[in-house]
């Protein structure tokens, strides 16, 4: 059985639903988004990450169309949208606030955009009832919006930008008003949905967790433009910079010097007395180039006696970060440069081998680390 | 224990300066008119004890809303006061509205100024400027002197001692009391309710029929009542800007009680008034609540 991997990005010959290209949009002085291009594929969901105020928010308003560009196109199935009005798109929202008509029950919320396109009455109840179906709120057709629960709101808020079957979803931090559990919930729900109804979903997050969970592609922005637009497993192993690799999950960055030693092999030299440390990386840099290491507090082990690793160093315990599942060990070196190491807990935690200032060593691979150019 | 003493202010209030008065009001509209002072017999007099006070009881009659029922003046007077507020409160909403709707899509900054602009002709006097409407509205008043200047017009035009003139002095005064409740209702109003409407594929026009004008139902609904209520009983407005034609029972209130002296008939009228307007208020009550409870 061959399975086919969803990746319509890898083959030139796929044309994109939507492209940006060169797309800058000004409030004033302000840029909020900075000759930026991209393209999102059909059936894709995709993530816009990014922190509060880098422009991930504009980008959706533009695709709705309640903002227009300021220079640059946007290319919706091949048509500049710029001119289309928000209610002449095949393109739905999903608000933030949810923004469900108070006054209007679920059922007459879903049915709200149907109506507005004059759909035959038989025709529309059934595409009601078949999203509320999907979202599993047929028990509370009847009721309005304030006599239902946060979750409840958030999936009639979906049923009804599904129901007219956009080309494009877009998804303004769709769960930032649930609760952790919920939220998890909630999460593969949507992409249950996404791969149901094969709608294109464009979401925005500032939950890099989220992103990584719910996206085929994430889009890391910083602002006003995009970082690196990658899968969630190439963004977190194979960060194009610093700023990604620090934007998404934990991160040891570690500055310092690099130095050929064979083609795909660098010593970093990173401060005086410090062994230097070994890594090996496709990445080009030049000898002397300022550079910085990327390492993973999970890939970073830790051990009472030196190990046999490429690289090594001993400090002491200065704090534990108990999560449960895992701890986080914040080792300091003798010159105050502390490394993140993560551990399993797969002990009892009161036979656990390390604590607080205990002298230990911390270690990884020459593989470990990503090499970036600084 | 102190919530009781909280809530027993406004009851004392109410008890003291509405329900007393109005049992005052209520037993003269069951006296009879006599030529003394004061002008209306029987009189209360505690002194004589129980028996005094069933003799007072027994003497009480209801004379003066016999009179009323079978004289069509009043019921006329009732139906076009009923008529005119009905009318005034439209064209009130018609007036208000847009300028609700423009003061809570102003900026922010704006607002407070807006807001003080509307409440702001509270600060001068009712009657003057009642009176400066009559400066205004008479034919050789400013509005005529300017629309003969500008050539619209070529005989003054007779505004001034009509129902028109009624008209535009009841929305003139009462128009702070519609804007104020429905700017509440839509300044509440979530921008994104709008931008999802028109995300669902409505125009602006009938995003406002779809979704803004149902949300600003209760402040609507308040608006007309704040106007109708006091409009029914209006007495200044009709008796300076109205004319002879124009019938309101305020006007004929106060002529039964200061040119006839006959209290009697004019608590009667007095009486009546207060159980029509009963059912407005009631209604009124019953929207402010409904708000309420939609709100928590």
């Known amino acids: 059985m061959t399975q086919t991997i969803f990746a319509p990005w890898t083959d030139p010959a796929e044309k994109p639903l939507i492209e940006f290209d060169r797309v800058t949009k000004r409030f004033g002085d302000f840029t909020a988004i900075d000759d930026l291009s991209m393209a999102i594929y059909e059936r894709e969901f995709f993530a816009l990450l990014g922190p509060s105020g880098c422009g991930k928010t504009t980008l959706m308003r533009m695709l709705a169309g309640f903002d227009t560009p300021s220079e640059g196109t946007i290319w919706l199935a091949g048509q500049d949208i710029a001119p289309v009005p928000p209610n002449k798109r095949a393109v739905n929202m999903m608000f933030q606030s949810y923004a469900l008509f108070p006054h209007l029950s679920v059922w007459e919320n879903i049915a709200f955009g149907l109506r507005r396109e004059g759909m035959p009455k038989d025709q529309l109840a059934a595409r009601v009832d078949e999203m509320l179906r999907l979202t599993r709120l047929q028990r509370f057709a009847g009721r309005k919006p304030h006599q239902i629960s946060g979750g409840q709101r958030q999936r009639v808020a979906l049923a009804r930008s599904l129901a007219k079957a956009p080309k494009l979803l877009l998804l303004d931090e769709p769960l930032g008003a649930l609760d952790a559990k919920l939220r998890q919930d909630t999460q593969f729900e949507l992409m249950e949905i996404q791969e149901t109804t094969g709608t294109t979903f464009v979401i925005v997050t500032h939950d890099q967790e989220e992103a990584m969970t719910v996206a085929s592609r994430v889009a890391v922005m910083d602002e006003g433009r995009v970082m690196q637009i990658a899968t969630p497993e190439d963004i977190y192993e194979a960060p194009s910079s610093v700023y990604v690799a620090d934007f998404i999950g934990d991160v040891n960055i570690l500055r310092g010097t690099a130095r050929q030693t064979a083609p795909g092999r660098y010593e970093i030299l990173w401060g005086e007395g410090r062994a230097p440390l070994i890594s090996e990386s496709d990445t080009a840099l030049d000898n002397g180039q300022s550079c910085a290491l990327a390492i993973r507090p999970e890939k970073v082990s830790i051990s009472a006696d030196r190990p046999e690793t490429a690289n090594a160093a001993q400090g002491k315990i200065l704090d534990i970060a108990y999560l449960g599942n895992l701890s986080t060990y914040h080792v300091e070196l003798p010159d105050g440069q502390i490394i993140k190491a993560q551990e399993a807990n797969t002990q009892r935690i009161a036979r656990r081998s390390f604590t607080w200032e205990d002298e230990v060593w911390v270690s990884w691979t020459k593989t470990a680390a990503v090499l970036l150019a600084d | ?296």
């Not at chain 2, 704040?226 to 300076?240: D, N, Q, R, T």
């Open chain 2, 1 to 296: 224990m102190r919530k009781a003493l909280v809530i027993a202010i406004p009851y004392l209030w109410l008890l003291a300066l509405f329900l007393v008065p109005f049992l005052i009001v209520l037993k003269i509209s069951l006296s009879d008119s006599v030529l003394a002072i004061p002008p209306y017999a029987p009189k209360l007099d505690l002194s004589e004890g129980w028996g005094g006070l069933m003799r007072f009881v027994s003497e009480l009659d209801f004379e003066n809303f016999a009179f009323l029922a079978s004289d069509n003046l009043y019921w006329k007077a009732y139906l076009s006061s009923l008529r005119i507020a009905v009318i005034a409160t439209f064209l009130t909403l018609l007036v208000g509205y847009p300028i609700a709707y423009a003061m809570a899509r102003a900026p922010e900054e704006w607002r407070p100024t807006l807001l003080m602009l509307v409440i702001l002709p509270f600060w001068t006097s009712f009657l003057i400027r009642v009176y400066s409407w009559m400066g205004i509205l008479s034919s050789e008043g400013y509005l005529n002197q300017l629309l003969l200047k500008l050539g619209l017009i070529s005989e003054p035009l007779t505004i001034l001692n009509t129902n028109i003139a009624v008209f535009i002095g009841i929305v003139y005064t009462y128009l702070p009391f519609m804007i104020l409740p429905i700017y509440a209702a839509l300044e509440k109003l979530d921008g994104s309710l709008l931008e999802a409407a028109e995300d669902l594929g409505c125009s602006r026009t009938s995003a406002f029929w779809l979704v803004t004008l149902p949300l600003s139902r209760s402040g609507i609904i308040a608006g007309c009542f704040l106007v109708f209520i006091p409009s029914i009983g209006e007495f200044v407005i009709p008796s300076l800007l109205g004319g002879s034609d124009t019938l309101m029972i305020g006007k004929v209130l106060w002529e039964e009680f200061f040119s006839n002296r006959d209290w009697p008939v004019a608590s009667a009228v007095a009486v009546i008034l207060l159980l029509i307007l009963i059912i407005p208020i009631i209604l009124f009550q019953r929207n402010e609540q409904r708000q309420r409870e939609a709100d928590s």
